[in-house]
């Protein structure tokens, strides 16, 4: 751009904008800004190429600014038109002139302004089209710090907003303007002159003048996307042309995937233990590894504050470290051998000893040491020599400079960092527009403070952490924030695709001020993180989706299944994040996190009893946690197929959350999840089948294949049962079933033919005197016998046990029945309380419709169905006793039970479990 160029003189001031709309053909332009003098200097419309007029819906002015600490608006100045320029007077004296100028098809403004005063005037905040809380804009405000950028959003306090190192009094405005379209300008700072240039003011002298560039441009649809359009497709007006070749280099995006970077001091006792003549590198990045997943970055740093004590430059350090360069290198690949990148340190500023500044020794330590990546000590930027001097030895050398590189210079590096010289980070860092896959890492430095808010604010920008473990202190409250720090960046790291490309949306509309949302998507999945400074917290419905259907939404830093709230016509995502004590406030603890994710449904899971039954659509590795995921948990790995799982069996003892998660090249592609309730008992025996018989054993009767609505009970729920809550139709299976319980006869011979000892004796046949049932007792069931015991019977028998379902429905048949013989009681078809067992055929009229007898009233009977609540076993037995204590309500209800009756027996051992009450038949499979 030419000094002051050329004055162009009209009332109606020519400002070609190009439009990038789908509203306007493409490379139109719009002709003219128009302007009203009335009032001081004001915009009102807008004419296009096509000769349209586009008008505001009231009168604008053209800037505004601060002098003096009061603030002047354009529309406040005296005009005095001219043919060749537009000047203009403020009261206090100060005066200025408004030109356009037009390049290459981009139109800017120069706004002159000149101290005619006598006294020296601060000029600051420079805002097109005015400070004004009815749209959108930024300047700084509040007291002298190096974050006084605020962004201001209509509905919404404002919002500290980091900007370019040389952008920090950037102003910027825009206008919603008829017709759906909006208007942007961006003012910036281009010299003062005989005047002062401070970060986010200029001092001007009398007689002095300072020179702003106004640029401008259309956009469509959301204030945001004037924001994308300023930073991200013109860089703030830095450059005419970005050259963005590093940034299409496939052997250095690898630093895009890259979260967490530590600097070392070389003669930090972690690194090595002089006592000892031992490194301890390795055990510091298991260290890192336990807490956080491991570094990504390795930075070693041997020089400052020690270079200069004698005549060795930066490199000569390097190689005087205990067992030189080979043991670096050797350290180097240790660390790439777990996923961590090795970097060296390089201080420009090396130039008073011989070779210190040598690109040679910087490629000898590079080369002796495979290092990956060059930390450019005091730099902003890179440069072309340094990249090819990397480059010549291997590829995928990263350039990392100690602060933000501004938007020129973005082309040359793809690394940085934000300052620790910032100690509180605001919420929103606008560098993350310009250059979306610029890896940026938030320094915090572990002698200054905790880190958990700045840990928050990365997550919220997208970006990573360089813990600088340069200044000395350990704090006992590193591992807290390690931890929570590890929470903060595996979703970074799982989700990095979304956080690396231009697609995502700074500050989506919030129901509740002070707790904003980013919105990122990689075109399938949706990322929204969700940053709160509210001490008091907030439970609710946040801000509006758009559910569509082979989608649901997850909240990754819960990992908790959600469902939109819908409030009038629109839905909203509900969120959940922590308050915290308001004496955190404006301190490194505040802030609170949440992080919701739009997933595809390539992944459906359903619990059934304590089976796990997976679906996969697409994707490559399952990982199931017992809880929620973290760097301190441990999931089981399995490919991404269709499975069932035990989860019993895998994570045993365990009641609570279990997480689901689908991989697909290292990204979390889906995530469900699946709550077994504490205490809610699973069924976990299983049913084993005989070889099935034609015709029915002898002493079996058939029960045949039908259907019958399984509705059973038990009024005492403090020990859960099994969830009987709904009545369900059952389809049966013909099958064999005893037609008596099991007697002590049959029980003897089992005895004779096996020999069979319990491993656990107590109590077994207790009833039973020198090895034999007492005299005339042949016929009534076998007591005093476990379940194990029951299952080895029925196994010598070539049997099983029943299971509940068929207990209940070769006693009930398909009508419903209450008693086997009918629904009404008859004292006289059972044991009807008699305090002591009867033969097995004693009640032949108490039968079932299947023809089975003695089902209810002598003897409990076992199934086959052991449940497991996570603290207790218990096994369900059928059909009552003939004891039945009835001095308390408290007591196991004994006597014959009806059919919708059911009775856990809680299980300690064999010896234990056995009793003069129970008994059990058994069933056998039928082809």
Not at 557 to 572: A, F, N, S, T
Request: charged letters at 25%.
């Amino acid at each position: 751009m030419t000094g002051m160029r050329k004055i162009i003189a009209f009332l109606t001031l020519c400002i070609g904008l190009f439009a990038g709309s789908a509203l306007f053909s493409a490379g139109q332009l719009i002709r003219d800004i128009i302007f009203s003098y009335e009032e001081g200097l004001q915009i009102v419309g807008l004419k296009l190429e096509d000769g349209r007029t586009v008008s505001l819906s009231g009168q604008v002015p053209l800037f505004s600014m601060r002098m003096n600490g009061d603030l002047y608006y354009s529309s406040e100045a005296e005009i005095i038109p001219s043919d060749t320029m537009v000047r203009f007077v403020f009261g206090n004296g100060v005066s200025g002139i408004y030109v356009p100028e037009r390049e290459s098809n981009q139109t800017t403004g120069i706004l002159l302004i000149t101290n005619n005063t006598n006294d020296t005037v601060t000029v600051e905040d420079v805002v097109p089209f005015g400070e004004d809380r009815s749209h959108v804009f930024i300047t700084a405000s509040g007291p002298a710090s190096l974050t006084r950028s605020r962004l201001y959003v209509p509905g919404y306090s404002p919002l500290g907003v980091i900007l370019p190192d040389n952008a920090w009094e950037l102003g910027y405005g825009s206008l919603k303007m008829k017709n759906h379209f909006s208007l942007y300008g961006v003012a910036r700072r281009e010299k003062a002159e005989n005047g002062f240039i401070k970060r986010y003011k200029t001092l001007l002298p009398p007689r002095s003048n300072l020179v702003y560039n106004f640029y401008y441009d259309l956009f469509n649809g959301a204030w945001q996307n004037g924001l994308k359009k300023a930073f991200h497709e013109h860089y703030l007006y830095d450059v005419d042309h970005f050259d963005d070749s590093l940034y299409h280099r496939k052997d250095l995006q690898w630093i895009r995937k890259a979260y967490i970077i530590v600097l070392q001091f070389a003669w930090d006792k972690m690194f090595y233990n002089r006592e000892k003549r031992k490194y301890k590198f390795f055990d510091f990045l298991k260290e890192g590894e336990d807490y956080f997943g491991g570094y990504d970055v390795y930075g070693l740093w041997p020089t400052w504050p020690r270079l200069g004590l004698d005549e060795r430059n930066q490199w000569q350090l390097y190689r005087d470290l205990p067992y030189g360069l080979p043991k670096l290198k050797e350290l180097s690949r240790f660390a790439k051998q777990n996923h961590t990148r090795f970097f060296i340190s390089c201080n420009p500023w090396d130039r008073s000893i011989k070779g210190g500044n040598s690109l040679k020794g910087m490629a000898e330590i590079i080369d002796g040491t495979d290092a990956d990546g060059v930390i450019l000590d005091t730099r902003v930027s890179s440069c072309r020599i340094l990249q090819q001097m990397a480059d010549s030895i291997k590829p995928g050398i990263v350039m990392y400079s100690e602060r933000m590189a501004v938007p020129k210079d973005m082309q040359g590096i793809i690394a940085g960092r934000v300052h620790n010289a910032i100690f509180l980070s605001p919420p929103l860092n606008l560098n993350k527009l310009i250059r979306p896959d610029f890896s940026i890492f938030r320094v915090c430095q572990l002698n200054q403070d905790r880190f958990h808010r700045e840990a928050a604010v990365s997550l919220f920008n997208g970006y990573g952490v360089e813990i600088n473990a340069f200044a000395p202190g350990r704090p006992d409250w590193i591992g807290e924030e390690y931890t929570y720090l590890g929470k903060t960046m595996r979703i970074l790291r799982e989700n990095n695709s979304v956080f690396v490309n231009d697609a995502w949306e700074p500050l989506v509309p919030s129901l509740r001020d002070s707790i904003w949302i980013n919105r990122w998507t990689n075109g399938l999945k949706i990322v929204y993180t969700v940053l709160s400074f509210d001490p008091d917290g907030y439970q609710g419905p946040l801000f509006k989706v758009f559910p569509e259907e082979g989608f649901h939404y997850m909240s990754l830093w819960h990992h908790r299944i959600l469902e939109p709230v819908k409030k009038g016509e629109d839905y909203y995502i509900p969120v959940d994040v922590e308050g915290y004590p308001s004496v955190w406030v404006n301190t490194r603890r505040e802030g609170s996190v949440d992080c919701i994710a739009r997933l595809p449904e390539w992944l459906k899971t359903e619990l059934k009893k304590d089976s796990l039954y997976v679906q996969v659509g697409k994707g490559s590795i399952l990982k199931v946690w017992k809880g929620n995921p973290s760097y301190q948990n441990t999931p089981v790995l399995l490919p991404a197929k269709d499975t069932v799982l035990n989860l019993r069996n895998m994570f045993k003892p365990y009641e609570g959350k279990y997480v689901i998660q689908l991989f697909e090249n290292g990204e979390l592609a889906d995530e469900n999840t699946a709550v077994m309730e504490p205490g809610k008992p699973y069924l976990v025996s299983k049913t084993k089948k005989t070889k099935p018989a034609k015709y029915a054993p002898n002493g079996m009767v058939l029960i045949p294949e039908g259907d019958f609505i399984f509705k059973v009970s038990n009024p005492d729920q403090f020990i859960p049962y099994p969830d009987y809550s709904r009545p369900r139709k059952v389809h049966v299976k013909k099958f064999y079933m005893d037609k008596y319980p099991v007697t002590n006869k049959q029980f003897y011979n089992f005895l004779l033919a096996t020999h069979y000892k319990p491993v656990d004796p107590a109590n077994f046949l207790k009833h039973w005197v020198g090895g034999t049932y007492p005299v005339g007792m042949d016929d009534y069931p076998v007591v005093w016998i476990s379940l194990e015991d029951a299952r080895a019977y029925a196994k010598w028998a070539k049997k099983r046990l029943p299971t509940e379902i068929e207990w209940q429905y070769a006693a009930q048949g398909m009508d419903g029945r209450l008693w086997p013989w009918g629904n009404e009681f008859y004292g006289t078809r059972c044991n009807n309380n008699f305090n002591r067992p009867t033969p097995v055929d004693a009640f032949p009229k108490g039968k079932s419709p299947f023809m089975v007898e003695d089902l209810v009233g002598n003897v409990w009977q076992l199934t086959n169905d052991v449940y497991d609540n996570g603290s207790y076993s218990f096994v369900i037995i059928r059909g009552g006793s003939y004891y039945n204590p009835k001095s308390s309500r408290w007591y196991v209800k004994g006597g014959p039970q009806p059919l919708n009756r059911t009775q856990m027996l809680l299980m300690v051992s064999p010896g234990f479990d056995r009793s003069a009450t129970v008994g059990f038949r058994c069933v056998k499979d039928a082809e």
